[in-house]
């Protein structure tokens, strides 16, 4: 009898896990796991869908450009002709482009119920790798580390971008091992490999920054007139996560993952397997960061990127992404890059001290993160 009811048992966990996982495929992008989908799978009672209006208005992603919709309307209000200004915008969007593309990468760790800290090695080390190959390209009596912007050619950016690209995939394949196959906690594995990180960049360029125009155009030309590459490079990484988290299977055994890593599991994703594809994700994000870095401001930064991770971790959540996993909007995330340097802008053009944005991204935050946990405790309680 005892071996009917441990069957029993197994078959309606093996449910849950099926219903849970295929709950997640069904669900739009962006929103959160159904708890009625999965306990309906399960052959549960289900409750009534809220209502649209209850839907929209307790969408974290649109409450998140609600506040940056309105902070952009009050600077403008304040600051008439100084902050809404085209030139103004232009330069916002530049200065948050490189931060997007790391954020979007972070999205999808932080989707599995991870973290990434080792995000400012992974940019150091992709702006280090990007210089020591154009170091290896002889021109003339020189390298292309000297080469003018306007004498640049595409074989000097390729090659710069390849290595950069290859420092942020061994970055993103130790990271996901040492998580994924090794155990070790997401928040210790890559505080590891951000010291690790930093220190090879150090010694690499023996703690000395080194300039280089040759990779100027790729951030300030214009392929499109009117469009910094920069921002179009934004965008496209934007349009490039957004299929994969929300049109692709990839995205949906992300958050599979992140919303129940044993029921996910049980169903047969390959979880090992998967964080570590999530973190070279990560860190192929954080290298072609920084890639783009040394590009735009035409020299590496060793010791410049500090706070990066914790910026892109910021954006993530004030974009809707659940800090505990099975949760993720790569478009919230777009929108909170935006509201620490529209705040900071904001706060240096009405003469405020720009001091202050820390001081509002903060509480924005801690608002942020109690407003999911109630919606997953709301959750819990259907």
Request: proline share 3%.
């Amino acid at each position: 009898m005892s071996g009917v009811q441990d069957d029993k048992t197994s078959e309606t966990g093996h449910l849950h896990a099926m219903a849970e996982v295929a709950a997640i495929d069904a669900t739009e992008a962006g929103d959160a796991v159904p708890e009625a989908a999965a306990t309906e799978g399960a052959g549960m009672s289900v409750d009534t869908a809220p209502s649209p209006w209850r839907r929209l208005v307790s969408s974290p992603v649109v409450m998140t450009f609600f506040f940056l919709a309105v902070t952009m309307v009050l600077f403008s209000i304040l600051a008439p002709g100084k902050f809404g200004t085209t030139s103004n915008f232009e330069q916002l969007a530049q200065n948050v482009a490189i931060l997007t593309v790391v954020s979007i990468g972070t999205t999808f760790v932080i989707a599995t119920a991870g973290i990434d800290l080792s995000i400012p090695s992974g940019i150091v080390l992709g702006e280090v790798f990007a210089l020591k190959a154009l170091g290896l390209v002889t021109v003339g009596s020189g390298t292309a580390v000297d080469v003018a912007s306007e004498d640049t050619t595409a074989w000097y950016v390729v090659v710069a971008l390849a290595a950069s690209l290859l420092s942020g995939l061994l970055l993103g394949l130790i990271n996901g091992f040492t998580v994924g196959y090794m155990r070790i906690p997401p928040m210790l594995a890559t505080l590891g490999t951000l010291g690790g990180g930093l220190g090879i960049a150090l010694l690499l360029q023996n703690g000395v920054n080194t300039a280089t125009y040759a990779l100027n155009s790729v951030a300030t030309g214009q392929v499109i007139p009117g469009l910094s590459n920069l921002v179009l490079i934004g965008l496209l990484v934007v349009g490039i996560g957004y299929v994969g988290m929300h049109r692709a299977v990839f995205g949906r055994h992300t958050l599979a993952i992140g919303s129940s890593e044993e029921s996910a599991r049980r169903v047969g994703l390959k979880v090992e397997r998967h964080l570590l594809k999530v973190y070279t994700v990560g860190g192929l994000a954080s290298g072609f960061g920084g890639f783009l870095s040394v590009a735009y401001f035409s020299t590496t930064s060793v010791a410049g990127h500090s706070t990066d991770n914790l910026q892109a971790i910021t954006a993530v959540a004030l974009g809707g992404t659940s800090l505990f996993g099975g949760v993720a909007s790569i478009i919230g995330t777009l929108i909170g890059v935006w509201i620490p340097a529209v705040l900071q802008n904001g706060f240096i053009i009405i003469g405020v001290q720009p001091y202050w944005q820390m001081v509002a991204v903060g509480v924005v935050l801690i608002l942020a993160i109690y407003s999911d946990q109630l919606r997953r405790r709301s959750r819990s309680r259907r």
